[in-house]
């Protein structure tokens, strides 16, 4: 009789990664559609009609000049206003799809269709601390250890800053250093935010050095912005703006990101709601068309929700479940590429509360087919907050939505008429037969961090629950992951030129 592997062995076996995986990003999404087809027609209707007859306000003169120039009117009021066929040109003409790059090609991806990919987002100024369990200022230190901690996570398919280094007060040296810690410790794709325009070009320089000479990075730009050119409700915001042109300069890729807040800058009611906030997004993609048409723009129609009873904001609700998929399912009708924000947890501790509103809204966002699900990776606290163990336990949760939007394949083989006829006649069950061990790792993913002993292995174990092997996992990956995605000289070179500050 052979003699069976190790303990060991079994567990490397179990925790490699299988030949086929099971849940890649990437999946199909669309299958959810909280909006029926008349519902998407009658909200996109009224979005064109306020564009038309109430138009945008707060318009910088530059762009107006531009908008002018392509076909929209001013009102008396000083208001732009925008003819429906104008609009529809705009939509028309828009980028369908476009490669987000990383500078690793393999980590490439392609935005657009109805493809899903999870990343991250935010802008949280506390960070739950490893070691206290309690919340305490970001850093710039905690924007360095969580870019290279998800530099190892599948199932973040970009990066964007998820936390403000409240400890870097000049903003020019908070953008350029946040870049810096990007470049620094990861090579996907990731994203940032310009605070002004006069801050592209000079990170352009910086991002040239890191692709290998000027120009370089606008040929293949690795880096997309994440601008905010709307204020609701219903107007442009002049600085976003500015950053605006100039990332279309750099050939910088943009998401243009619409965040309404329900019952406060837009109506309480759902349908009000998401008719406003297309507007506005749609009032972004003009803002795009009039400076160059069909220049790559994630559509980033964010529908965000307040409690009502006390002005909080509420991440984790059913109503931002339902929004964010009805906002996906809008922008993907008109074949734009879609960004949506879930997985914005209101609790602060990693608990049931964070599980269940994670996994509801991030689920939810999937499976209406969102392109880009922003917030998906580590963010508390209503945003205001991030957490490395967050990080750990939300790419696993990744890993189970994959799975679930891959859904099920349908085959002669599938179905398995013999293996059932044979497993009944034979042995009586399906251990060890063909198709199950074929099965076994095709269909199946078997996650690394969900407990799934008995009770008295559990306890045996240490009886630890989720946070704490989500912390042992970031801990053991922040002492032995330290990336050198910069050359020695591309550092040298890059410290010379600008204030770059901690590690």
């Known amino acids: 009789m052979a003699k069976r592997g190790g303990r060991k062995e079994r567990l490397a076996q179990r925790a490699a990664k299988p030949i086929f995986d099971p849940c890649p990003p990437g999946q199909v999404g669309g299958a959810y559609a909280p909006l029926s087809h008349d519902d998407l027609a009658r909200i996109y209707q009224t979005a064109l009609k306020l564009l038309d007859q109430l138009g945008l306000g707060d318009v910088p003169d530059r762009l107006r000049r531009d908008l002018l120039a ?16 104008l609009v529809e040109d705009a939509i028309d003409q828009a980028a369908k799809s476009f490669v987000l790059h990383g500078r690793d090609p393999n ?6 269709g109805d493809k899903v990919y999870f990343g991250t987002g935010g802008a949280a100024v506390q960070t739950l601390d490893l070691e206290s369990g309690l919340y305490r200022p970001s850093t710039l230190g905690d924007l360095h250890d969580f870019t290279r901690l998800q530099d190892v996570l599948p199932n973040v398919s970009w990066f964007t800053r998820c936390c403000v280094a409240t400890d870097v007060p000049d903003i020019f040296d908070l953008d350029v250093n946040t870049v810096f810690a990007l470049i620094k410790n990861t090579t996907k794709p990731t994203a940032t935010s310009f605070t002004l325009g006069a801050h592209v070009a000079p990170i352009v320089k910086m991002l040239d050095i890191a692709a290998g000479g000027e120009g370089a990075f606008s040929k293949r730009p690795f880096v997309k912005a994440h601008i905010s050119p709307m204020i609701s409700p219903m107007r442009y915001g002049e600085d976003a703006v500015e950053v605006v042109y100039e990332c279309i ?21 759902l349908a009000g709601f998401l008719a406003q906030s297309l507007a506005e997004t749609l009032g972004a993609l003009l803002m795009v068309h009039a400076i160059c048409p069909g220049y790559p723009m994630i559509f980033s129609n964010w529908p965000l929700v307040i409690d009502l009873r006390t002005g909080a904001f509420s991440g984790g609700s059913g109503e931002t479940a339902l929004l964010n998929a009805a906002s996906a399912q809008l922008s993907n009708w008109l074949g734009l590429p879609s960004g949506v924000a879930c997985s914005m947890t209101d609790a602060k501790a990693i608990d049931a509360q964070y599980g269940m509103e994670k996994g509801m809204t991030s689920l939810a966002a999937a499976l209406a087919g969102g392109n880009l699900i922003y917030e998906s990776s580590g963010m508390t606290a209503s945003l205001l907050g991030a957490s490395f163990e967050g990080f750990i336990l939300d790419d696993e949760m990744h890993s189970n939505t994959y799975r679930a939007l891959r859904g099920i394949e349908v085959s002669e083989e599938n179905l398995g008429f013999e293996a059932i006829c044979a497993a009944v006649l034979g042995e009586g069950h399906f251990l060890g037969g ?15 961090l969900a407990d799934r002993d008995d009770p008295r292995t559990w306890a045996e174990n240490g009886a630890m629950d989720a946070w704490t092997r989500a912390k042992h996992k970031a801990q053991e990956i922040l002492a032995t992951h330290h990336p050198t995605y910069l050359s020695a000289a591309q550092e ?5 030129q600008f204030n770059i500050l901690g590690p």
Do not use: K, W
Request: proline share 8%.
């Open 70 to 85: 392509i076909g929209a009117r001013q009102d008396a009021r000083g208001r732009i206003c925008f003819p429906p066929a």
């Open 107 to 112: 980590r490439s991806i392609e935005v657009g």
């Open 249 to 269: 300069r750099h050939n910088i890729p943009i998401s243009c990101i619409t965040a309404a807040q329900a019952g406060a800058t837009a109506p309480a009611t």
């Open 434 to 448: 063909a198709q199950t061990l074929s099965a076994m790792e095709r269909d199946y993913f078997y996650p690394s």
């Open 492 to 496: 040298r070179e890059i410290r010379a």
